[in-house]
């Protein structure tokens, strides 16, 4: 096609695909193209619009390196990442929810009713549960990843001052599905905000923080495994998530009770001597299609 | 929003932008963030392509510099850029085209009927034509900047082997708005191909050639300036230009002439011993918005 015309140019792009290409990649092309284009047509897109687009992708690829995954915080706060896990979530089972940029894997294993908050200040909080199947009977022997902040909002990747797999655990539950460990309360934080992704939550007048939560990646043989976080119900950045993580039924209450409730044979047990907070929280897992 | 779902991450994320924020952006983020959403649910993306996805765009960052704008390139090979072109062109004036990544700004001043040809092979081509206004009349004064490829294939901001203004020339017109000069005849090239948008165009089995053609850019005070490629009508690739240039006004016939035919008062003159090529293409400008 010689004459192509702002009317045409999407068909004409379709038309450039060779009929023997993989199908899925026709599809993906096809509608990513189609939306493109719609895109640019809708808002009669300036050429200083698409080069301040061409820079923001410029910016992003001049900060990008091991530690800083800024087109991958881009899709976050564009809520992109958070639909991509809606679209294969099971109703069936606990909520996915964002993996993050920050997780290490390898972590050291942690017993069940074992400690994550060692030497670190604040209050103690005590989170137990039971992974489960759709029936609600327990998965024995499933794995649980567990990471989250320190006290100071960062993670251990972000952190120098932290040990590699600090506030890290990876814990194997024994017959009867039931997982428990003691860490510090996690706090709300600030996705980075010095790069270009900053630059657009600032021109949308919009924050950067995140509700405090507990990261879990929940695995076990015969079972999709899942990617989630636990919140508390008193968060104040609950409903306006900057990267769209919460789920209703992630939302669990922390409730705070006296040190002399704190259960035996944890590795705490006997060492806590103030109110302490304690979060019940059952993960249901899905079978594997 | 505490319940994001799939359906209504759209709708959240709109929520989250100021009611003082810049409408414009306001409006080009919604847009933009309505279709990314759109083709996630459309094609019910997977965790797998989202990566894929993220692998492209962090693979264009690599190999990103001052010599390879890869963002620019994919923009290119996937229409935007020559969608843009066409929404802010004027049906009274020429066709623009694609600005490209290689022109080379100040090049030395090419005087009209100046020779860019200098030592290379290949056949003479002789191109000349007037600047006119929407009524036809000549702009006196004009100023044109013209470059192409040279017989290799490669312009001169690809090529060590080429100075840096080779096969370009910034002429200004008389009081006639006539413009002539004499270079080789263009050849059809490859867009690099080496890179994550040479494996899309592998993966939709799309060939990287461009036809060839002569880069213009014209301006003139009370005018809009006009970006355009002059095509020879007959190129192989004038119905496949991996990056969506060609309009039909902008394709011309090189008619073909004995030596004896070229004529007086050009820098080549009295040099041209073989049959060479004769191009005749006024450009019509608009006035200022």
């Excluded at 001049?62 to 991509?84: K, P, Q």
């Excluded at 017993?111 to 200040?121: A, E, I, L, N, T």
């Excluded at 990267?243 to 944890?266: I, N, Q, W």
Aim: glycine share 8%; hydrophobic share 35%; proline share 7%.
């Amino acid at each position: 096609m010689r004459n192509v015309t702002k009317e045409n140019i999407t068909e004409v792009f379709k038309s450039y695909m060779d009929k023997d290409m993989a199908p899925r990649t026709r599809e993906i092309m096809s509608a990513l193209v189609q939306h493109l284009h719609d895109f640019a047509r809708e808002t009669n897109l300036t050429h200083e619009e698409w080069r301040q687009g061409i820079a923001f992708l410029e910016g992003c690829a001049a900060i990008e390196s091991d530690g800083r995954h800024e087109f991958v915080l881009a899709s976050d706060v564009l809520g992109l990442s958070s639909l991509v896990d809606m679209l294969h979530s099971s109703s069936k089972s606990t909520s996915s929810s964002v993996l993050g940029p920050f997780h290490v894997s390898g972590a050291p294993a942690l017993p069940v009713g074992g400690d994550m908050k060692r030497d670190f200040g604040g209050p103690v909080l005590l989170a137990e549960g039971v992974i489960r199947d759709t029936n609600g009977d327990p998965i024995p022997n499933a794995e649980l990843d567990i990471w989250q902040t320190a006290p100071n909002g960062l993670y251990a990747s972000q952190d120098d001052e932290q040990d590699t797999f600090s506030f890290h655990g990876l814990m194997t539950v024994g017959a009867d599905g039931a997982y428990a460990f003691t860490t510090v309360k996690p706090v709300e934080y600030t996705v980075p905000s010095d790069g270009p992704v900053g630059d657009i939550l600032r021109a949308c007048g919009r924050h950067p923080w995140r509700p405090s939560h507990l990261h879990y990646i929940v695995k076990a043989p015969g079972y999709r495994t899942l990617v989630t976080e636990i919140f508390p119900d008193d968060d104040p950045y609950l409903d306006h998530d900057t990267v769209f993580g919460v789920r209703e039924d992630l939302v669990m209450t922390y409730v705070e009770k006296p040190a002399s409730a704190f259960p035996d044979g944890l590795e705490l047990s006997g060492k806590v001597q103030e109110p302490f907070l304690h979060v019940k929280f059952d993960v249901v897992l899905s079978p594997e299609a």
